[in-house]
């Protein structure tokens, strides 16, 4: 299984709305990343997480909020989005050691409404 | 800090044709570097890699890229273009100094003419 599965695939939301992203992967790598993507531009990262810790944090806004539940498991948690936010936001993933590929989702399109 | 450049943010050329998109790093230590592709409302998928290993790096799809240290340079090419190759193609570098996330460059959209 090589796949990083990301939930869901669309998402609407309000400003004052609270919703969360998912995304899981069953290949035993130990860091995460959560990465958005703005219309024509390339992936930014936003968070990486290493053995379910977090170790980078690319000063996201707090209105964003990652958490690692265990070692197949990620989410990013929104809440008060504004409208610029809105993206498409890609999880990836890669094994513990070494500087190899990340493996990336298929993404969640989110608009802020 | 290390980072890619990509030149020219749109490539155009005719079914059949070769297909040259060009990756510039910048870095005083060999990097790790990576071309990816996407396809609309895709995540990105990975093409080939170098990892020090060989500097002539074969991957999916016939594509193929060759690490040039003397041009800190990391071209990927393909010698045929076929329909199924317009999209997004992004360089990305991962560099031995701990912080172990990729940073692409700003991409290259490959538009293929029939």
């Known amino acids: 299984d090589t796949e990083v599965t990301q939930t869901p695939k669309h998402l609407v939301m309000g400003m004052t709305n609270k919703k969360s992203l998912k995304c899981e992967q069953h290949m035993g790598h130990r860091a995460m990343y959560w990465y958005k993507q703005k219309a024509k531009k390339p992936p930014e990262l936003m968070f990486v997480?290493?053995?379910?810790?977090?170790?980078i944090n690319e000063s996201v806004p707090s209105r964003f909020s990652p958490e690692c539940p265990n070692s197949s498991l990620l989410n990013l948690h929104l809440h008060a989005l504004q409208p610029e936010d809105s993206a498409l936001y890609l999880c990836?993933?890669?094994?513990?050691?070494?500087?190899?590929?990340?493996?990336f989702g298929q993404g969640t399109r989110l608009t802020v409404v | 800090a290390q980072s890619v450049t990509q030149l020219g943010s749109h490539v155009s050329v005719s079914e059949g044709a070769l297909v040259l998109l060009r990756c510039n790093y910048s870095s005083s230590v060999p990097p790790y570097l990576f071309w990816y592709v996407q396809y609309p409302n895709q995540g990105l998928q990975l093409l080939l890699k170098?990892?020090?290993?060989?500097?002539l790096v074969k991957g999916i799809n016939g594509f193929e890229a060759e690490f040039k240290k003397s041009e800190t340079s990391f071209h990927l090419t393909k010698p045929s273009a076929h329909m199924s190759d317009a999209a997004e193609y992004f360089c990305?570098?991962?560099?031995?100094?701990?912080?172990?996330?990729?940073?692409f460059g700003s991409g290259t959209r490959l538009q293929v003419q029939p």
């Open positions: 170098y990892t020090s290993a060989a500097t």
């Open positions: 990305a570098v991962n560099m031995d100094t701990g912080r172990r996330a990729l940073t």
């Open positions: 997480y290493s053995y379910e810790k977090l170790s």
């Open positions: 990836a993933s890669s094994p513990p050691t070494g500087y190899t590929e990340a493996f």
